[in-house]
């Protein structure tokens, strides 16, 4: 079977790369959505009978979006379907220091970075002449670009047995607008050209591990993705003088408490070895106030990243509400001692009030039989006041805060619940003929590239230890999750949604099957040029052939 010319997977990199998608900038994104396009316009004047080409608007996406689909059929007939797919955008590049737009130009940005200071590997890689470095690199343009670049060959092979379905989305760094937003226009075209899926690849890297002193640095395959919650903490405190400070009780301190009870909390820790996830990790922790104040704080909130692979939202919410608990339980017994020590001094202050802990689904139901009939209409309005360009987090936590008014509830309290977005975990369970089909070539893919690396560091593993738009593709753990996770996330289909109206099944086993690289997000995102040129299109083409 034919594989991707090196030149034009490179040639393709570059010239993605050099438009500046990064998450959330809607002209550039949709710029790189119409390149994309182009390049299978391309393919389709070529082959007028073998290659489609849809560019949908993101559904429900106020920023209108849009995904790129290319349906390439097989030589002789078949349903049979593999997707590959992958995301256009990339994170920004503030982190690139005065070097922020050079970042998207692959070759000047390589060598503005022999002038700076780098850590030890990324100068070895950078003096080595094999490794591309700059924003999209490795994550994810040139895995798209890996399959472009193999369809072009692809739709002049004979021998190609297997329809490929090309599926590219923006908003994958962000909220996975893109692929959430393409799924009904996915399975429409699936319906339309009868196609039967047996496997989506993703042109997400290998991204090398770091070597530690048991396991040496690798190249990482998988075949499954892990899941990802933010659960959210709001600690509503009691407000009083600072002069007055027993009076009152500080969200600060409840939050605080939180933060060092979740922050890295084994008891979320999944998986073991390779496959360990990372533990829980506060990425928001702040007091929400209108400026300066010598009044005791009262709201602070605090979420965190949590990375699942069998544990359900329902098993996170519990913990969640243990945490806080438990947070609530110290921080009282903190300003109980305070407040015998002011005892012992003459002071006269009075009790520490309990902390009650809630969940957001009963902090909701409580404002809506507190307001009525017009709860809908009211929120609604809310919603409409907050700012266009408000991160949907911060909007969700606002949402938090104006229910507990409307709830009329008693301080202190603390509020447990999700922020969007929610990603279900996908697992080969080796259960359908698929899976265990994808399985198997995934293990003989891995060893093939043991031997075309030459240098063994590589490793196939159950889950990708980050998130990806793979967990998408299985319909049951998307409904199931949305009905845990629907009642207790702020901004529920207000902000974020899942399409659980969707009709069918769909369990698509899923692995990745696109270049190498190091660093994703860092100033010294760089992409592997020999294997990801030269060994990844042969590693593909052979996928797409054994799974054909």
């Known amino acids: ?223 499954g993705t892990t899941g990802k919650l933010m659960p959210f903490f709001y600690a509503f405190g009691k407000s009083a003088h600072i002069g007055n400070y027993l009076h009152g009780f500080s969200a600060a301190l409840l939050i605080s408490e939180i933060v060092c009870l979740a922050e890295a909390d084994t008891a979320l820790y999944e998986g073991s070895g390779l496959d360990l996830l990372a533990p829980p990790a506060c990425l928001s922790m702040e007091v929400h106030r209108n400026g300066y104040s010598v009044t005791v704080p009262e709201e602070a909130s605090a979420y965190f990243n949590v990375l699942t692979a069998a544990k359900k939202p329902a098993d996170v919410l519990r913990w969640a509400q243990m945490t806080a608990a438990r947070a609530a339980a110290q921080a009282r017994s903190k300003l109980m001692r305070a407040l015998l020590f002011a005892q012992d001094k003459g002071a006269d202050f009075p009790d520490i009030d309990e902390v009650n802990v809630v969940t957001f689904g009963m902090l909701q139901r409580m404002a809506r039989q507190k307001t009525g009939e017009s709860f809908e209409e009211k929120r609604d309005h809310f919603y409409r006041s907050l700012p266009k360009d408000l991160d949907i987090r911060e909007a969700a936590l606002k949402e938090c805060s104006w229910l507990f008014l409307q709830a009329q509830m008693p301080r202190p309290t603390i509020v447990v619940g999700f922020l969007p977005p929610y990603y279900p975990a996908r697992l080969n369970r080796r259960q359908s003929p698929d899976e265990q089909k994808l399985r198997k070539v995934m293990e003989e893919m891995t060893e093939q590239a043991k031997v075309l690396s030459k240098d063994e560091a590589v490793r196939l593993h159950e889950v990708f230890g980050g998130i990806t738009d793979l967990s998408f593709l299985g319909f049951e753990e998307m409904r199931e999750g949305a009905k845990q996770v629907g009642e207790n996330m702020a901004g529920w289909k207000k902000l974020f949604y899942l399409p659980t109206d969707l009709p069918g099944a769909l369990d698509i086993p899923i692995a990745n099957m696109g270049p190498a690289g190091r660093d994703a997000h860092r100033s010294t995102e760089r992409l592997e040029l020999d294997y990801s040129l030269n060994i990844a299109p042969k590693l593909l083409a052979e996928t797409i052939q054994k799974l054909s």
């Not at 849809?54 to 790129?68: H, I, M, N, S």
């Not at 078949?78 to 070759?107: P, S």
């Not at 090398?208 to 002193?213: D, G, M």
Request: glycine share 6%; proline share 5%.
């Open 1 to 223: 079977m034919k594989t991707a010319q090196s030149s034009r997977i490179l040639q393709l990199t570059k010239k993605l790369c050099a438009i500046p998608s990064v998450s959330g900038s809607a002209a550039e994104e949709n710029r790189c959505a119409d390149f994309i396009t182009h390049c299978l316009f391309c393919l389709a004047q070529k082959h007028p009978g073998r290659v489609r080409v849809f560019e949908p608007v993101c559904e429900r996406d106020p920023l209108e979006r849009k995904a790129v689909f290319g349906l390439l059929r097989a030589a002789v007939p078949t349903d049979k379907t593999v997707v590959l797919t992958g995301h256009f955008d990339v994170v920004d590049t503030q982190n690139c220091g005065d070097k922020v737009q050079t970042a998207f130009d692959l070759e000047r940005y390589t060598e503005a970075l022999r002038e700076q200071p780098l850590d030890e590997t990324a100068r070895k890689d950078l003096e080595s002449g094999n490794w591309l470095f700059g924003r999209g690199s490795m994550d994810m343009k040139a895995g798209l670009a890996l399959f472009l670049a193999s369809m072009e060959e692809w739709a002049d092979d004979p021998t190609l047995a297997v329809n490929i379905l090309f599926w590219a989305v923006p908003d994958e760094e962000a909220n996975s607008a893109g692929m959430i937003g393409s799924l009904r226009t996915f399975l429409h075209i699936c319906e339309e050209e009868h196609l039967k899926v047996v496997a989506a690849l993703t042109g997400e890297p290998c991204f090398w591990t770091a070597e530690t002193k048991t396991v040496p640095a690798v190249r990482p395959y998988y075949t």
